[in-house]
């Protein structure tokens, strides 16, 4: 049997970005994310990774050189529309928020009490990725 690890998160999303250096910086200043580790030469970012509490985000410059890069588009490509988006638990719905405004997220759906539980709102950051953020806790929820 094929057991998960213990340590961290187990799904971590992983993004591409034109300007990864800059997209670290506003990921940290906007959604309150940390780099814990940058791998990169020049403008080019190979690898990053972002933390948020136990959650974890990875990054890297767009490449569609590659067998992966070739097969992710950027938002912009496909008329701003996302096939996935991250969904980040926050202590705080309404200062997350009023950060993540305040830095230029453009809210897509506005903060609000959700009809299952907690409150969230979702957003785009500055390459139009499309980001939740809310109270709501599946694993706390749920029992898990």
């Keep these: 049997m094929i057991t998960p690890t213990d340590a961290g998160s187990t799904v971590i999303p992983c993004l591409r970005y034109r300007d990864a250096r800059a997209a670290i910086a506003w990921l940290e200043r906007a959604f309150g994310f940390q780099a814990q580790a940058v ?12 933390v948020y509490g136990r959650g974890m985000i ?3 410059s767009v490449d569609n050189g590659g067998e992966w890069g070739a097969l992710v588009a950027q938002p912009e490509e496909i008329g701003g529309r996302e096939t996935q988006s991250a969904c980040v638990v926050v202590s705080d719905p309404d200062a997350h928020y009023a950060r993540a405004v305040a830095a230029g997220a453009t809210v ?7 009809d ?11 390459e139009g990725r499309l980001w939740w953020f809310g109270s709501y806790d ?7």
């Design 39 to 50: 791998y990169a030469e020049g403008d080019i970012v190979y690898h990053a990774q972002l």
């Design 116 to 126: 299952y539980g907690g409150r969230g709102y979702a957003c785009r950051d500055l």
């Design 138 to 144: 599946p694993w706390r929820e749920n029992g898990l």
């Design 108 to 114: 897509v759906i506005d903060i609000a009490d959700q």
């Design 58 to 60: 990875m990054l890297g």
